[in-house]
T-cell receptor, first 114, second 115 residues
Framework: GNSVTQMEGPVTLSEEAFLTINCTYT??????LFWYVQYPGEGLQLLLK?????DKGSNKGFEATYRKETTSFHLEKGSVQVSDSAVYFC?????????????FGQGTILTVHP | NAGVMQNPRHLVRRRGQEARLRCSPM?????VYWYRQLPEEGLKFMVY????????ESGMPKERFSAEFPKEGPSILRIQQVVRGDSAAYFC?????????????FGQGTRLTVV
């Protein structure tokens, strides 16, 4: 079956530090890959996505590249801000038209200090 | 255009009671998905519904849990005879019926506490 594995957390960084959150996946076929962000007490918001190999998703300074050869979709940001503190989820959709059916990783808590 | 609306935001039930969680999808969306998030875990897919039809319930527990999405009104996730292990955040997502590579939009969730 499909699965997503994220790096263990939590991650604590100082403002303006470089961020990497690792994500690897197992899936049959050609999944679409997503990063979602969850702020305290809120629902999930789509941060970025990539739908095929070598695509790069980007948004708000965050980037992730769909690497089929390593089955990875690592999230990066060059300079984090305090406002980036949240829980980050990597997810995949196995394809077809049910694009709301997602397999999520366990989430990584990011805390950014001033 | 309002987003996905879930209510209540917080729900407390005693063991053995019933919990009813509501989800109104975004305007124009006819697909609804329910997820459960246990403490310190990721979201787990439960069920996928279209209007008046259950399309995929592979993540639903076999007993006590049911879901519906009637022709009129919100989608309902019902949990009968709740137990402490049902305490979790339940999220609803909706998506439109047409197009490929379209994202699903999530509500703010209902946090169920069973005491």
């Amino acid at each position: 079956g499909n699965s997503v594995t994220q790096m263990e957390g939590p991650v604590t960084l100082s403002e303006e530090a470089f961020l990497t959150i690792n994500c690897t996946y197992t899936a049959t076929g050609y999944p679409s890959l997503f990063w979602y962000v969850q702020y305290p007490g809120e629902g999930l918001q789509l941060l970025l996505k990539a739908t095929k190999a070598d695509d790069k998703g980007s948004n708000k300074g965050f980037e992730a590249t769909y690497r089929k050869e390593t089955t990875s979709f690592h999230l990066e940001k060059g300079s984090v801000q305090v406002s980036d503190s949240a829980v980050y989820f990597c997810a995949l959709n196995a394809g077809g038209t049910s694009y709301g059916k997602l397999t999520f990783g366990q989430g990584t808590i990011l805390t950014v200090h001033p | 255009n309002a987003g996905v609306m879930q209510n209540p935001r917080h729900l407390v039930r005693r063991r053995g009671q019933e919990a009813r969680l509501r989800c109104s999808p975004m305007k124009g969306h006819s697909h609804v998905y329910w997820y459960r998030q246990l403490p310190e875990e990721g979201l787990k897919f439960m069920v996928y519904l279209q209007k008046e039809n259950i399309i995929d319930e592979s993540g639903m527990p076999k007993e006590r849990f049911s879901a519906e999405f009637p022709k009129e009104g919100p989608s309902i996730l019902r949990i009968q005879q709740v137990v402490r292990g049902d305490s979790a955040a339940y999220f609803c997502a909706s998506s439109p019926p047409l197009g490929q590579n379209t994202e699903a939009f999530f509500g703010q969730g209902t946090r169920l506490t069973v005491v």
